[in-house]
């Protein structure tokens, strides 16, 4: 992914955005309104396109998505930023940590 804010040529598609059915550049308010319309269908309140890009980074990484991955897919500039962003210290995390810190205690 490059970041690359120039629009596309006309009729092209980038990594950051696919043409339009008749081969313009997708407006950003119209994306937005669209999805606001299916959203809503849905019955999802309070949920934005940041919210979505933030939960599907935060899946990938508890996934075990390599954070670098995951950087390049969000065009962040370090996975750092990602990692502080995205990573989250869940129960899970906390008991497996615990655990092997119990196992290097008993060696």
Do not use: Y
Request: hydrophobic fraction near 35%; charged fraction near 20%.
């Amino acid at each position: 992914m490059t970041n690359d804010a120039r629009p596309p040529e006309h009729g092209r598609s980038t990594a950051w955005s696919p043409p339009t059915e008749i081969g313009t550049p997708l407006e950003p308010r119209n994306v937005l309104r669209r999805f606001e319309v299916l959203a809503d269908r849905a019955g999802l309140t309070g949920v934005t396109l940041h919210t979505l890009r933030h939960s599907a980074a935060s899946f990938l990484l508890a996934a075990g998505t390599h954070t670098e991955v995951v950087q390049e897919h969000l065009g962040h500039s370090s996975s750092a930023i990602t990692a502080d962003i995205h990573s989250h210290v869940g129960p899970a995390h906390q008991r497996e940590a615990a655990g092997r810190l119990d196992q290097a205690l008993r060696w």
